[in-house]
Every structure is written in C-alpha cells, then in structure tokens.
C-alpha cells in the first residue's frame, strides 16, 4: 500500500565503501527524484528522471550515479563513501499533471563512519 | 535554499494561531508550496497556492501571498500538539518539474 518507498531504511557503513538505495513509487508517476537532506534539515535536489530519462542533475560528485530501470524505480549508487554523505536521502515522485505536488518516502538515512 | 527564505523556529501554545513566514526571490515562480515533515518522516504536502492568487483557506490553514514582496505565508489556526513539525515552504519556477525549498522552521507546539 505505501506509495513511495526506499531501502533500506537505515544504512550504516564504512568510508571508501561502495553503496544502494532503492525507491519504489506505485503511484503510475512519470517523474522521481532524489533528494539529500543534512543535519540541519536543508533539502537539496540531486538527480530527477522522467520516464527514465535524467532531466534535472544538479551540482553532484560523480561517485552518485543514479539508474531508472522504469519509471516506477529510481535507484541511486554512491562509490567511495565520504563522511560528508551522511544524510538522510529522500525519494519523490510527481505526475507530470502537477509537478509540485510531490510524494517522499520515508527516507534513508546513511551514516558513514 | 539559498533562493528561499524561512525563519529558523516558532514556539506557539496549544490552541493559538501559529504564522510561518517565507520569503523567496524569483519572481517567475508559478505555484508555491507548503510541505510539512514530521520527525523521522518524508515531507508531506499540506497545501499550494498559484502566484495569481493573494489568498487559500484549507480548514485550518491559510496560505497568504504578497507577490509584490515575494512574502509567502502559512497560518495554522488553533494550533494542534501535532502540529509540531518542520514547515518547508518551496517554489516552482515558470519551466521544470523542480522545487526549491527553503530551509525549514521547525514548529514545536507547547500544551
């Protein structure tokens, strides 16, 4: 029944380290998003697909590297780890109908150590 | 968001009205939007409004708009102990699917 949801939803791991999240939405939306929000609760866009194309790839290091196998996935890879990832990671989807009105997940909050 | 602006926290009593302010400095923005995010939770949208409107009542929320000041505000009338959260505010420019929020006040709501 969850319209919007990530995994895991913990993930604790080490520098250097190789990681995925994973977000499933069961809306029928067109377009997902990722979202990185920091301790102080700034939320920041990555990355949107649309129908698996990238359309929005903000100011990211290359080691996020996301993948849409279809649009109702969107997962995103992060190489080499840094302690500055650790974040909550949001998920989002929309319609194309309205934009703004955006679905989140519950989040997946990565701690590297 | 560098681009959109909130104050950082309000402390309201129970039954009170609360009022969150927010600024924002492009003035092609379409619709803007107030999201709220519980602890631990995503953010979920609470209500919008399009940027010819001045005025949007939803029960016991009133969204205020003053695009000549770029001034957006949310106004929760007889504020709940579950009503303490984060408010987000975010605009959506005239092309594209993306939103740009703002830094968030966390409400805390005293008995």
């Known amino acids: 029944d969850t319209a919007v949801s990530q995994t895991p939803k913990y993930l604790v791991t080490q520098m250097g380290n190789d990681k995925s999240i994973k977000c499933e939405q069961n809306?029928?939306?067109?377009?997902m998003y990722w979202y990185k929000q920091d301790s102080k609760k700034f939320l920041k866009i990555m990355f949107s697909?649309?129908?698996?194309?990238?359309?929005i790839n903000e100011t990211v290091p290359n080691r996020f590297s996301p993948k849409s196998p279809d649009k109702a996935h969107l997962n995103l890879h992060i190489n080499s780890l840094e302690l500055g990832d650790s974040a909550v990671y949001f998920c989002?989807?929309?319609?194309?109908?309205?934009?703004?009105?955006?679905?989140f997940g519950p989040g997946t909050r990565l701690t590297v150590t | 968001g560098e681009d959109v602006e909130q104050s950082l926290f309000l402390s309201v009593r129970e039954g009170d009205s609360s009022v969150i302010n927010c600024t924002y400095t492009?003035?092609?923005?379409?619709?803007l939007y107030w999201y709220k995010q519980e602890p631990g939770a995503g953010l979920q949208l609470l209500t919008y409004?399009?940027?010819?409107?001045d005025m949007k009542q939803d029960q016991r929320l009133t969204v205020l708009l003053n695009k000549k000041d770029k001034h957006l505000s949310l106004r929760i009338a007889d504020t709940q102990t579950g009503d303490s959260a984060i408010y987000f505010c975010?605009?959506?420019?005239?092309?594209?699917?993306?939103?740009?929020f703002g830094g968030g006040t966390r409400v805390l709501v005293k008995p």
């Open positions: 989002a989807s929309t319609s194309d109908y309205h934009p703004g009105e955006q679905y």
């Open positions: 809306l029928g939306h067109d377009t």
């Open positions: 697909y649309n129908n698996k194309e990238l359309i």
């Open positions: 492009d003035s092609s923005s379409t619709y």
């Open positions: 409004i399009f940027s010819n409107m």
């Open positions: 975010a605009e959506r420019r005239a092309a594209g699917n993306k939103l740009t």
